[in-house]
């Protein structure tokens, strides 16, 4: 499993579903994971109103920014006739990862707040008490005025029907719009795709994009606090996950700075000096400038008045308290920082997170001495300190290292941290980033250790959760990880090895190639059959129908012999267009390599996209009845998903049935960190329906000849104690060769500080002398031409 690290990547919530039978349909197609429209106002300039204007605002839910150009706003009336219009208002520019964007609308008579500098102006005056506005993908006016024909209208992003509108998502409109109240989604952003439900009304208190709000002024402008106000950063913080007083206003909170990020989500840590006697309390707060740079350094003293927010970074996580549209008041400079919190393995709880029967934790108090996530939301924002920790996840692309500060925490035996069940979580992993860009997080593998002490604040992302925003780094210590290399098969013994390449496909650089060949040739010590997970098209992501992919292996095979391996020959069955999942346009699938010098791949004709593979009853036993074929390609199990390629072998004359793999990837899966507990992995469904399907197939090889030889192998994208491995070995008729490892060496994939086992071999009964290898030359690696780790089984 590749997992990619862009918006696409992250999933909205659950569509929220009502039985009523005279409910209309939602009016957006699924719950939206980019732009949201944010908050409405249309009682600008009414009698009574604060503000002197209507309003939208826009957020951005996801980590990346979402371009805006050749995009509007649009408005309808609440209760629209045949002669309604939608009135447009265009966009332009970019909305930033967790950022606002706001939209004026018309100005009326009353009022007397301005609203900041609008990032789009229209005309369009909006109902303060019923009205529909949509986020559309273009310009052109909408056409639709039923809840029915614009749920099916695929221009529209997003939907807001308020008060009495007919046109709304999901159970109806939101209540409580007027001249003095706006409707908001406040700062989780929740789209479940019903309005009712996601948002409510509210103060209004409009954001622009560069974090300011009705009134004020930017950040760090001298128009900002000069008193103390009554609220601290722990009375902001609380005893829960979320805030007490999210959505309200703050004035004249005091701290002083403890960090500053001047890229991505831009903004300054404070901690109050001052702490109350509460450990579930914590005395660290972000301050979210947006677009602006923020103008503050480490050790000034400040105030700074804002509004509170819950800022969800993905859909299922935890939440990070921070104040958005800041005013800031610099009162000194160079004070001294508050102590941190010393991060070790006495201070941090074994016991991992609570649990709600797969609800939200959002609202249980804090026990940060019983639950280490709990300890790290008791820190958020606030500064800690850890010494001599070892590197559980090598440094990554985007200048990432996770460190446990537990060193005999499920220690592997070349210094990673054992994932060894859902229930036995590791507590001790972090993830480290440097907030100095002139001193990077150091180039790290696994096993090496960050030496001396590493300072900084807590934070919390979509990828990893908890994490330190490091203001002082330890130093690396190389402890020498070396890449493995496995022993060469015997002549007796058939070598048959499993490797996801990592998308591979003929436009990817020779060095990519050349890697790769080198650990089949070298570190694989050349096998005779090798069974290859994601190989592309011979055009990669282009998506213009191609499926063959025999320049992509002519490469690769030259490469191998280039690397001093043998001539190898491929057999494969070519996908249907766009039917394997993947990345788009790649037509993803398994492919055999194979030595003909050592063995014979016994083709019969007929294997293709559709056509399901059967197990054949001869005089000589069991025989496919193609081959190369897949396994029952046609069944929903395999929707959007590589097809299992079964080939049958003849090595020294005697067959040997190899079935390559690649089940459905766990994306969709709520984080381990995340905020509902314990996570649902909905990925596992059609996990299990693979693993059925191929168990199904083998005990119909065993049926045919109970003293079969089967190999099953491949990327199972899922770990040796999960019900997908339990129902592919059920009745057993596989054994999983990862669980006859020592325990610290049952692992082929590193993730989020965790060593892992996605990558399996598993043979049938008859396979009774067998040598089996987990080779490391790329998870534990911050250089790697694959996420994955081959292993091999040598079989005599």
């Known amino acids: 499993m590749h997992i990619a690290r862009s918006g696409s990547a992250l999933l909205a919530g659950a569509v929220a579903v009502t039985l009523s039978v005279t409910a209309l349909p939602a009016a957006s197609a699924a719950p939206s994971s980019t732009a949201v429209i944010s908050e409405v106002y249309g009682g600008g300039g009414n009698s009574g109103a604060t503000l002197t204007r209507d309003f939208v605002e826009l957020a951005n839910a996801s980590s990346g920014p979402f371009a805006l150009s050749g995009l509007s706003v649009q408005y309808l009336p609440g209760a629209p006739s045949a002669g309604s219009l939608w009135q447009v208002t265009p966009l332009s520019g970019s909305l930033a990862a967790g950022g606002r964007y706001l939209v004026a609308q018309a100005a009326g008579t009353g009022g007397t707040v301005a609203l900041p500098t609008a990032d789009a102006t229209g005309t369009t005056a909006m109902s303060a008490t019923s009205g529909t506005v949509a986020l559309v993908s273009g310009t052109t006016p909408l056409t639709c005025r039923t809840a029915a024909d614009c749920a099916a209208d695929t221009r529209i992003v997003d939907l807001v029907g308020y008060g009495s509108a007919v046109v709304r998502e999901g159970s109806g409109p939101v209540a409580g719009a007027s001249a003095t109240a706006s409707v ?347 069974s290859l997970e994601e190989i592309q098209d011979d055009n990669g992501a282009v998506n213009d129908g191609t499926v063959g992919s025999e320049a992509t292996l002519k490469r690769f095979t030259d490469a191998v012999v280039a690397a001093g391996g043998p001539r190898y020959d491929w057999r494969y069955v070519a996908p249907e267009d766009g039917k394997d999942g993947g990345e788009p346009g790649g037509n993803i699938r398994n492919v055999f390599l194979f030595d003909p010098e050592r063995v014979d791949f016994v083709d019969r004709a007929g294997g293709d996209a559709t056509t399901a593979v059967r197990a054949v009853r001869t005089k000589k036993g069991a025989a496919l009845s193609v081959s190369p074929g897949r396994i029952n390609p046609l069944s929903t199990a395999w929707n959007s998903s590589r097809k299992p390629l079964a080939g049958e072998f003849r090595f020294r004359g005697k067959p040997v049935f190899v079935i390559g793999n690649h089940f459905a990837s766990k994306g969709g899966d ?127």
């Open 184 to 530: 908001s989604r406040g700062a989780s952003l929740a789209d479940t795709d019903d309005n009712a439900a996601d948002l409510t009304a509210g103060v209004p208190a409009p954001v622009n994009a560069a974090g300011e709000t009705s009134g004020g002024s930017g950040p760090g402008e001298p128009e900002g606090p000069t008193e103390p106000g009554t609220v601290r950063v722990h009375d902001i913080q609380g005893t829960t996950r979320v805030s007490p007083l999210v959505g309200l206003p703050v004035t004249g909170v005091p701290g002083v700075v403890t960090g500053v990020r001047t890229s991505g989500s831009r903004g300054f840590w404070i901690q109050d000096t001052a702490p109350d006697a509460d450990p579930r309390t914590s005395e660290g707060l972000f301050v979210y400038t947006g677009s602006t740079a923020p103008t503050v350094a480490v050790g000034d003293s400040v105030l700074v008045s804002g509004k509170v927010a819950e800022y969800y970074p993905a859909a299922g996580t935890q939440s990070l308290t921070q104040l958005t549209g800041p005013l800031t008041t610099v009162l000194s400079s160079g004070n001294a920082l508050p102590a941190p919190v010393v991060l070790d393995a006495r201070s941090v709880p074994g016991a991992y997170v609570p649990t709600a029967g797969g609800g939200s934790i959002d609202a249980l108090p804090l026990e940060p001495g019983t639950y280490a996530l709990d300890l790290y939301e008791s820190l958020e924002g606030a500064r800690v300190t850890m010494s001599d920790t070892r590197v559980t996840g090598a440094t990554t692309a985007y200048d990432e290292v996770w460190v446990t500060v537990k060193p005999q925490e499920n220690p592997t035996r070349r210094g990673g941290t054992l994932y060894r069940s859902y229930q036995d979580q590791n507590t001790g992993r972090l993830k480290v980033m440097s907030l100095d860009a002139a001193r990077p997080v150091p180039e790290a593998n696994v096993g090496d250790v960050i030496s001396g002490t590493t300072t900084g604040v807590v934070d919390y992302a979509s990828y990893g959760g908890y994490n330190v925003q490091a203001t002082e780094l330890g130093t690396r210590v190389d402890k020498g990880l070396r890449r493995e290399v496995t022993r060469k098969q015997k002549k007796n013994e058939l070598a048959v090895a499993t490797y996801n390449v990592e998308n591979l496909d003929a436009h990817d650089d020779q060095a990519k190639f050349d890697t790769l060949a080198e650990g089949v040739a070298v570190n694989l010590a050349s096998p005779d059959i090798v």
């Open 670 to 796: 709520q984080p381990l960190h995340g905020r509902y507990q314990e996570p649902v992995r909905g990925s596992e469904t059609q996990r299990v329906q693979q693993a059925t399907e191929v168990n199904t197939f083998v005990t119909s090889l065993l049926k045919a000849d109970r003293s079969a030889r089967v190999v099953v192998l491949g990327d199972l994208n899922d770990f040796a104690f999960s019900p997908a491995v339990s129902a592919l070995t059920g009745g057993e008729v596989l054994k999983p060769l990862i669980t006859t490892l020592p325990v610290g060496e049952q692992y082929s994939y590193v993730y989020d500080g965790n060593s892992q086992t996605l990558d399996h071999i598993l043979t049938s009964p008859a396979v009774r002398r067998f040598d089996y290898d987990v080779v490391h030359i790329n998870a534990e690696f911050a250089d790697q031409a694959s996420d994955h780790d081959p292993q091999v089984v040598r079989i005599k």
